[in-house]
T-cell receptor, first 111, second 114 residues
Framework: LAKITQPISMDSYEGQEVNITCSHN???????ITWYQQFPSQGPRFIIQ???TKVTNEVASLFIPADRKSSTLSLPRVSLSDTAVYYC????????????FGKGTRLSVIA | NAGVTQTPKFRVLKTGQSMTLLCAQD?????MYWYRQDPGMGLRLIHY???????AKGEVPDGYNVSRLKKQNFLLGLESAAPSQTSVYFC?????????????FGDGTRLSIL
């Protein structure tokens, strides 16, 4: 199984850019990296997914270096509503490669 | 616009009792998944299905069984509940596998085993 490591918690002020890094040293060739956001009493919600280099959508960017042993979720100009737990997921199910979630990073945005 | 619906939302069981958790999706997704979420542990995959009539084991399958008789439904069964199975259970679905396809999650079933 891939070993996934994320910081337990982070604090940020409103309007700042937040970068959350996920370590996945033994990522497999077929594995994708996906980030989810979770609010209390809700299921996780998809943010962004990538395989290598950089991916950007309307809410976030994902940076993946060439060795793919880590990835960084970047949230531009966070607001109070971005306070949530963020999970990194590595895997693909291709060739029975399992899906493994990190333990989550609790982001607290302060006014 | 239901997405993924889990039934029930809450349940309390006694040790040794059995029950079935139901997951239904209306997005015509091929893949469905069952996870458990415990404090400080993130989400762990229990079982998954890549299509109607198929199931496969995930990271923590022991003590659980699943069935996918219809494409839109994925059932998770506990034959003899144990206190260690106290958790929040999440169902998810995706159009294809995890490559390039986001999983859509339900809002969970909170299960307590006394």
């Amino acid at each position: 199984l891939a070993k996934i490591t994320q910081p337990i918690s982070m604090d940020s002020y409103e309007g700042q850019e937040v970068n959350i890094t996920c370590s996945h040293n033994n990522i497999a060739t077929n594995d994708y990296i996906t980030w989810y956001q979770q609010f209390p009493s809700q299921g996780p919600r998809f943010i962004i997914q990538g395989y290598k280099t950089k991916v950007t959508n309307e809410v976030a960017s994902l940076f993946i270096p060439a060795d793919r042993k880590s990835s960084t979720l970047s949230l531009p100009r966070v607001s109070l509503s971005d306070t949530a737990v963020y999970y990194c997921l590595v895997g693909s199910l291709a060739g029975n490669t399992p899906l493994v979630f990190g333990k989550g990073t609790r982001l607290s945005v302060i006014a | 616009n239901a997405g993924v619906t889990q039934t029930p939302k809450f349940r309390v069981l006694k040790t040794g009792q059995s029950m079935t958790l139901l997951c239904a999706q209306d997005m015509n997704h091929e893949y469905m998944y069952w996870y458990r979420q415990d404090p400080g542990m993130g989400l762990r995959l229990i079982h998954y299905s890549v299509g109607e009539g198929t199931t496969a084991k995930g990271e923590v399958p022991d003590g659980y069984n699943v069935s996918r008789l219809k494409k839109q439904n994925f059932l998770l069964g506990l034959e003899s509940a144990a206190p260690s199975q106290t958790s929040v259970y999440f169902c998810a679905s995706s159009y294809q596998g995890a490559n390039g396809q986001p999983q859509h999650f339900g809002d969970g079933t909170r299960l307590s085993i006394l």
